[in-house]
Each structure stands twice: as C-alpha cells, then as structure tokens.
Antibody
Framework: EVQLVESGGDLVQPGGSLRLSCAASGFSFSTYWMSWVRQAPGKGLEWVANIKQDGSDKYYMDSVKGRFTISRDNAKKSLYLQMTSLRAEDTAVYYC??????????WGQGTLVTVSS | SHVLTQPPSVSVAPGKTARITCGRNNIGSKSVHWYQQKPGQAPVLVIYHDSDRPSGIPERFSGSNSGNTATLTISRVEAGDEADYYC??????????FGGGTKLTVL
C-alpha cells in the first residue's frame, strides 16, 4: 500500500523557520518526482515545489523562491521542505504528493503550518 | 501561470447528473486532471488525462476536454459525492496549476 506521512507542522512566528518531512512507503520512492502542495484554511490547492527523482532538478512557486528549499533522501525514502522567513500567508496544510506524470495519485494526510505571533 | 476558472458551486439532486467545468483559453491542448476533496481529508484523484479513471473510482465519474473548457461529469449523483472538486493542469515542470475549486452540493 502506498503511504505518504507528513510531519513537522507547527505554530511558528513570522520570520521563523520550519522543516517538514514526508515519509514514503509502499512504492519505489527513488523513481518518482515528488511535490509539496499546500492549502490555506478555507482556500484551494496550491502547488509549492517539486523535485526530480535524483534531486538534481527543483522548482518552486514564485512566492516561495529563495525562502523554501525542497530536498529528498532516497535512501531514507523521505521528502523534505525547509521553510525560512515564514509569513502569515504561508499558513496552510502542507501535503506531500507523488507525481504520476503531471498528476497526483498519492497524497499524504497533510501537516498544518501556522505562522502567527 | 494561466488561471483555471471553475464555478464556485454546483448543486444537484440525488440521482441526477452534475457537471463541473474548468475553463481556460485552449485548455483542450492540455491534459486535465480532477480531484475530489472531502472536509478534513486529502484530495483524491478521480480523473486523469482528461477522461481516465484511476482504479477504484466509480464509472459514474467521467471527464472530457475540448476547446476552452474541460468538464467533470458525475452521473447518478449520490450524497457521498458531496465535496470540493479541483481541476489541475501541468503547464511545465515548474508550473503546476490548480483551479479555484467547486463545491458540489447534493440537494
């Protein structure tokens, strides 16, 4: 069974940092692009970043460029999102998702990041 | 990125057919994917590549895409179909776009 389990969400002050993790199981993690998708409270889905199978290519939405870093450890079957200079508008549930070729067949349950003083 | 336009809400009686649209100039040239999201849950892929259904998704769910509009059709709507639905396209590796979402209400 394919499973994605996120962790690391928390309440953090504006300007603070946080690292999210996503543990994958049930599939060959190293053969898939992986993404982070977020959803602000009461809002729609928003793609945040993705990373190639070997970590050599990474892409970000404009508003997080220079602040967020996506990475992966294929040996540990884990995906990460390092978030710095956090803003109130980064408050959201962050989902880890497996890219199946332009679409997302597998999603984690999400982890909540709240940026507030 | 190019915006995908969805109606905020669609209402349908049980047993009837619901149609949820996703609009953008020349969206017919792209593969469109659809997700269902129930409150407090992660999204679930219901249609990919315009009209393909993942394993486990009922045949009542179908999709089409042509010209400037993609459409998710849910036949014989059930109470359990009540959810938010999102369309999505992959413009490029660095540009994944979701529609604003449509709340389906089953009357």
């Amino acid at each position: 069974e394919v499973q994605l389990v996120e962790s690391g969400g928390d309440l953090v002050q504006p300007g603070g940092s946080l690292r999210l993790s996503c543990a994958a199981s049930g599939f060959s993690f190293s053969t898939y692009w992986m993404s982070w998708v977020r959803q602000a409270p009461g809002k729609g889905l928003e793609w945040v970043a993705n990373i190639k199978q070997d970590g050599s290519d990474k892409y970000y939405m404009d508003s997080v460029k220079g602040r967020f870093t996506i990475s992966r450890d294929n040996a540990k079957k884990s995906l990460y999102l390092q978030m710095t200079s956090l803003r109130a508008e980064d408050t959201a549930v962050y989902y880890c998702a497996r890219d199946g070729g332009g679409y997302y067949l597998a999603w984690g349950q999400g982890t909540l990041v709240t940026v507030s003083s | 990125s190019h915006v995908l336009t969805q109606p905020p809400s669609v209402s349908v009686a049980p047993g009837k057919t619901a149609r949820i649209t996703c609009g953008r100039n020349n969206i017919g040239s792209k593969s469109v994917h659809w997700y269902q999201q129930k409150p407090g849950q992660a999204p679930v892929l219901v249609i990919y590549h315009d009209s393909d259904r993942p394993s486990g998704i009922p045949e009542r769910f179908s999709g089409s895409n042509s010209g400037n509009t993609a459409t998710l059709t849910i036949s014989r709507v059930e109470a359990g179909d009540e959810a938010d639905y999102y369309c999505q396209v992959w413009d490029s590796t660095s540009d994944v776009v979701f529609g604003g979402g449509t709340k389906l209400t089953v009357l």
